[in-house]
């Protein structure tokens, strides 16, 4: 349900296009990770898999389950809470494993959280934290790079710019794009694993600012 309705809302508040590396069209079951700049982004990303037939189990923050409705649609669906800093981080890796076992991927955001910046232009992913390295070595599962630009011009900055960049989106119709990189089957030691999946989501994300002609991509 959380991606059809993405596929249905976000084309109301963007141009999304979707690409992806020759063989990425089919994806394996395996571990999605995507870089995270905006609010928007996870509805982005969720739409531009459905188009490509593939509904991820998503593992985000745990607070966003206390929000009315929302929270109770993730838990419905199976969707993981990351209680971050707390003894219960642990089980969301559990969890992510079991989905991966039943069939399902996992869309994971390694960063652990939003940058902290007001503009609306695209950067280069964050640090990755050590869950997706742990997830992927414990499962076995490939991991899925996904690089996608242009949310930042729907949803950026203070709260009041976000709240105002959501209500003209739908006037403004920003171009969104997503690339699909390579599966990769990731071994080695933690750090080895987080260095090789950071470089191939940055890789993803370059492809799709590249593809919306953002400066800072041309830059990288």
Request: hydrophobic content about 50%; charged content about 20%; aromatic content about 2%.
């Amino acid at each position: 349900m959380l991606s059809r309705l993405a596929s249905r809302v976000v084309p109301a508040f963007g141009q999304l296009t979707v690409t992806a590396d020759e063989g990425a069209g089919c994806l394996p079951v395996g571990i999605v990770v995507a870089n995270h700049s905006s609010l928007a982004d996870p509805a982005i990303v969720l739409a531009a898999l459905q188009r490509l037939g593939t509904r991820p189990v998503v593992m985000a923050a745990a607070g966003l389950w206390r929000v009315p409705l929302l929270g109770q649609v993730l838990a419905r669906e199976g969707h993981i809470p990351v209680h971050r800093g707390d003894p219960r981080a642990s089980r969301a890796l559990d969890l992510a494993a079991e989905a991966l076992e039943q069939g399902r991927h996992i869309l994971i955001y390694a960063e652990g959280g939003l940058p902290d910046r007001r503009d609306a232009a695209d950067a280069a992913p964050g640090t990755f934290r050590s869950g997706l390295a742990r997830l992927a070595r414990r499962t076995g599962a490939p991991v899925i790079p996904v690089g996608q630009a242009g949310a930042r011009r729907v949803v950026s900055g203070s709260a009041v710019k976000q709240v105002a960049g959501l209500a003209t989106a739908p006037l403004r119709r920003p171009r969104l794009h997503v690339h699909v990189g390579s599966p990769l089957l990731l071994d080695g030691d933690g750090a080895l694993v987080t260095t090789r999946a950071h470089f191939a989501v940055t890789a993803a994300w370059k492809t799709a600012a590249t593809h919306l002609g953002e400066p800072a991509a041309l830059a990288a």
